[in-house]
């Protein structure tokens, strides 16, 4: 399984664009980049998925450069509903289970 | 679909009693996932089964745990006896397809409290 390396914390404040990079050096060419957001007290939500370039829906943005080996979670204007833990993780058709890393604690402060 | 469904969302047990986690798929998944998450280890899947049948229990800790799903709708975590280490919040998710681009759905947890 590709290892992920993200941000452990990271604040903002309403209204601003958020952007949370996640290192993946080894992932697989089958390999997909998917996010996921947990609120507290709540299971993790599938947010985006990627294979390369560009990636958007109505939660937000992804960027995926064209060697793959990072990706950008964007979240366009937050708010504090937006405060989660956001999980980076890496797997494709050969993958059978998601192995979860710490994830990146988002804080957004009025 | 209502989701994954989760029951009890709140368990407080004494240490040694056995304690039984249920879960209830999305319909029409072939693939249910037991995870558990404290603060210390963050989110640990336990074991996964496809068509009702355990494939990996490697994350099991110990033989105080077990899993069964005795049909497509319906599956349990049961641990026995239960320790004061157990307490954690214990997550079900499911999956459409055989593998991890097809996306999980998780339900909403049960917070076991051992004391």
């Known amino acids: 399984l590709a290892k992920t390396t993200q941000p452990i914390s990271m604040d903002s404040y309403e209204g601003q664009e958020v952007n949370i990079t996640c290192s993946h050096n080894?992932?697989?060419?089958?390999?997909?980049i998917t996010w996921y957001q947990q609120f507290p007290s709540q299971g993790p939500r599938f947010i985006i998925q990627?294979?390369?370039t560009k990636v958007t829906n109505e939660v937000a943005s992804l960027f995926i450069p064209a060697d793959r080996k990072s990706s950008t979670l964007s979240l366009p204007r937050v708010s504090l509903s937006d405060t989660a833990v956001y999980y980076c993780?890496?797997?494709?058709?050969?993958?059978?289970?998601?192995?979860f890393g710490t994830g990146t604690r988002l804080q957004v402060f009025p | 679909d209502a989701g994954v469904i989760q029951s009890p969302r709140h368990e407080v047990t004494e240490m040694g009693q056995e304690v039984t986690l249920r879960c209830k798929p999305i319909?029409?998944?072939?693939?249910l996932f037991w995870y558990r998450q404290t603060m210390m280890r963050g989110l640990e899947l336990l074991i996964y089964?496809?068509?009702?049948?355990?494939?990996?229990d490697s994350g099991m800790p110990e033989d105080r745990f077990s899993a069964k799903m005795p049909n497509a709708s319906f599956s349990t975590l049961k641990i026995q006896p239960s320790e004061p280490r157990d307490s954690a919040v214990y997550f079900c998710?499911?999956?459409?397809?055989?593998?991890?681009?097809?996306?999980?759905?998780f339900g909403s947890g049960t917070r076991l409290t051992v004391v």
């Open positions: 998710a499911s999956r459409a397809g055989p593998y991890v681009d097809y996306g999980y759905t």
């Open positions: 993780l890496v797997g494709g058709y050969n993958t059978d289970k998601l192995i």
């Open positions: 080894n992932i697989a060419t089958n390999d997909y």
């Open positions: 990627g294979y390369k």
């Open positions: 089964f496809n068509n009702n049948v355990p494939i990996d």
């Open positions: 319909s029409g998944h072939d693939y």
